[in-house]
């Protein structure tokens, strides 16, 4: 193997690992990025009455052991309502204090 075809079949394999680890990266951003804000009309927020503004200001959403983002500024994640994202200044029943 010549050292020109060495250099080519090193920098092939490196590419097809980058490649899907940077697609997987992006994928994931934009996933977090498009998470629809959670409805008031979604079953399981009506069951938890979840409301997007707390009736008690020690209780928000961000301060809450559930909401899985405490860096997320206005909307962010929360384990009980996969899929869409929580008020940080919203409440449910299920608040509970993050440590």
């Not at 490649?19 to 994928?27: Q, V």
Request: proline share 6%; aromatic share 8%; glycine share 8%.
């Amino acid at each position: 193997m010549t050292k020109s075809r060495r250099s080519f079949l090193c920098a092939m394999g490196a590419g097809a690992i980058a490649l899907p680890l940077s697609t997987l990266t992006r994928d994931a951003a934009l996933l977090a990025a498009e998470l629809p804000k959670l409805s008031l009309d979604n079953p399981t927020a009506k069951a938890l009455q979840y409301v997007h503004e707390s009736p008690d200001a020690a209780k928000l959403c961000s301060g809450c052991l559930l909401y899985t983002d405490s860096a997320a500024a206005d909307w962010g994640p929360c384990a009980i309502f996969p899929g869409s994202v929580v008020a940080a200044g919203g409440w449910c029943v299920s608040w509970s204090a993050r440590a």
